[in-house]
């Protein structure tokens, strides 16, 4: 016998109780004075039922499925309730998450036969998060499908050897779970790495911690290190916060050299300030108590405005106010796809038809290579310079004074038509050609202690991406937004955070460039007419300057 079941729970959330008590509310009498208790963990608990007596099959699987929306707030200790008594010892909940749309009712098919039953479970996915926090976006006709076996325990119908993982709507998800950082130092210690992860809101620091503990996720190992000793491991009492100070313990190796202080602190300091709750970091490791008497801060990346070129010279974009700029001598107007560092501002790359040149503003240095049909060039914060040969799919990267190419793993047959390298040096994004599709693939940049870029790895397709993109920029180090063209023809403003879901907005109609600065407030796009248009609110507001090109600095 096989019964779908269309209406589940409709408001999923409704059905989770939070733990809190509520007094009987007057309907009559003056105004009186009350007591607000300020929140003081930061979380909202959630309980849901045990099974009821007699359920059915599709009645069981949604108490579970309700049971695991309030996991994180049990450690899944109902949910287990819904499972024969061997599984209840061998599942593991935290193995995965598969995140399907709100928007959506997930459909129950139930087969029964002879004491057992089957119940599929499908809905339209969203996303899916890995073991270690690392959140994955679906193609958007990604479906979540999950069948269950049932069981008769007892007389009562019970899910037996599930599969490891869970099945959340993106409403209960992002009630249960928060989008954090963790940071490893860059291999030159001056620059802190964000790895984008999604842990429980209960105990997120200690979560935080123990993500640390277990190093950077795969696909950003290869640009980062870490400062935690070798073998360090929360000690028994975990990380606690009280009064906004949270207490680390590690235990199981000694404390490092005094030199080495100063970035472990910042590195775990960094990561946990994250939490509201966190203001101050105590740190103890092998016994010993950790302390800087100041900590490394960073570069201070200068993404506040553009650097534009017209057809009289350069000069800096803010907003709507353009500032001219000395024009590099020996060069004339205009300056096509130009860009600049984003630390010190000093260097300005430029790319025409066949020609890559580099300028150094101050001292006047300059260098230019032959570069067939080069793309944008983009400046990372070591003042290196990338560009992309359109016709070959070859990545060229320049230094004033050498240039190394090609790079391990910058060879591609097909087309690169844009690469973009995030504030921090650790990231590209490339506009990339496959057949007839151009999309967005990310790639990890290695370095050498110096900067020096060694290999690009781990290059991978971003999701819902695929095809139909236009252009892309960085808009900070953990952030992409991208022009992407929609089947029906309208243009889209694709907001994409790394490890996050993407949001849309309508861009301007035949827009053919974008550029971001600190976040997607702070942008502008260029259409095919040669206008500039920048966003104000929920507005286009065109940039009165005539102006060829423009690009916010990296």
């Not at 019964?3 to 105004?31: D, E, K, Y």
């Not at 208790?37 to 949604?62: K, M």
């Not at 430029?350 to 080069?374: N, Y």
Request: charge should be negative; glycine fraction near 8%.
């Amino acid at each position: 016998m096989t019964t779908p079941r269309r209406h589940f729970f409709a408001a999923l959330m409704a059905c989770l109780l939070p733990l809190t008590a509520c007094s009987a509310l007057p309907s009559s009498g003056p105004p009186q004075p009350f007591d607000v208790n300020t929140p003081t963990t930061g979380t909202i608990n959630f309980v849901a039922g045990a099974p009821i007596a007699g359920a059915s099959p599709d009645q069981l699987l949604e108490g579970f499925l309700r049971a695991c929306a309030a996991g994180s707030s049990d450690d899944f200790e109902t949910a287990r309730l819904f499972l024969s008594k061997a599984s209840q010892r061998t599942w593991k909940p935290r193995a995965s998450i598969q995140i399907y749309s709100t928007d959506s009712t997930p459909r129950l098919d139930v087969e029964e036969h002879e004491g057992r039953a089957v119940v599929t479970v499908n809905a339209p996915a969203v996303a899916s998060v890995d073991a270690e926090g690392t959140l994955t976006e679906a193609e958007a006709t990604a479906e979540v499908q999950t069948r269950f076996q049932l069981i008769q325990e007892d007389g009562e119908w019970r899910i037996n050897t599930p599969d490891d993982g869970i099945i959340l709507s993106r409403a209960s998800f992002t009630a249960a779970f928060e989008s954090v950082n963790l940071y490893f130092p860059s291999p030159d210690g001056n620059a802190l790495i964000p790895d984008p992860r999604w842990y429980p809101r209960k105990r997120v620091v200690s979560h935080m911690v123990e993500g640390l503990l277990k190093g950077p996720h795969a696909d950003i190992a290869s640009a980062v290190a870490s400062a935690i000793p070798e073998g360090a491991r929360l000690g028994g009492a975990g990380a606690s916060v009280k009064d906004n100070v949270a207490t680390v313990v590690l235990e199981g190796a000694q404390a490092p050299p005094e030199a080495e202080r100063a970035l472990l602190m910042w590195q775990v300091a960094t990561t946990l300030k994250q939490s509201a709750l966190v203001a101050d970091v105590s740190l103890t490791v092998g016994g010993e108590s950790i302390t800087a008497a100041s900590l490394p801060s960073g570069p201070s990346y200068r993404l506040d405005s553009a650097i534009a070129s017209t057809n009289e010279g350069i000069g800096i974009q803010t907003g709507s106010t353009f500032t001219p700029q000395p024009f590099p001598e020996g060069h004339s107007a205009p300056l096509p796809r130009l860009a600049m560092s984003p630390v010190t501002g000093d260097l300005l790359a430029w790319a025409s038809d066949s020609t890559l040149t580099l300028w150094e503003r101050g001292r006047g240095t300059s260098q230019s290579i032959a570069v067939a049909q080069p793309s944008w060039p983009s400046i990372d914060r070591y003042n290196w310079a990338w560009t992309a040969s359109r016709d070959k799919g070859v990545l060229t990267l320049t230094h004033l004074g050498g240039t190394t190419s090609p790079l391990t793993g910058s060879t591609y047959e097909d087309e690169i038509h844009a690469l973009r390298v995030s504030p921090d040096g650790a990231r590209a994004v490339m506009l990339r050609r496959v057949g007839q599709a151009q999309g967005l693939w990310l790639a990890t940049i290695a370095r050498d202690q110096y900067g020096t870029p060694i290999a690009l790895s781990d290059l991978r397709p971003l999701a819902r991406l695929s095809e139909g993109v236009v252009d892309v920029s960085w808009a900070s180090s953990t952030m992409v937004v991208a022009l992407h063209q929609h089947n029906a023809g309208h243009m889209q403003l694709e907001i994409i955070p790394l490890g996050g879901f993407i949001q849309s907005l309508a861009a301007p109609e035949n827009s053919l460039y974008v550029t971001a600065g600190l976040s997607p407030a702070s942008l502008y796009v260029t259409t095919a007419d040669g206008k500039v248009w920048a966003r104000s609110s929920a507005i286009w507001l065109q940039v009165p300057q005539k102006i060829v090109g423009v690009r916010f600095p990296g």
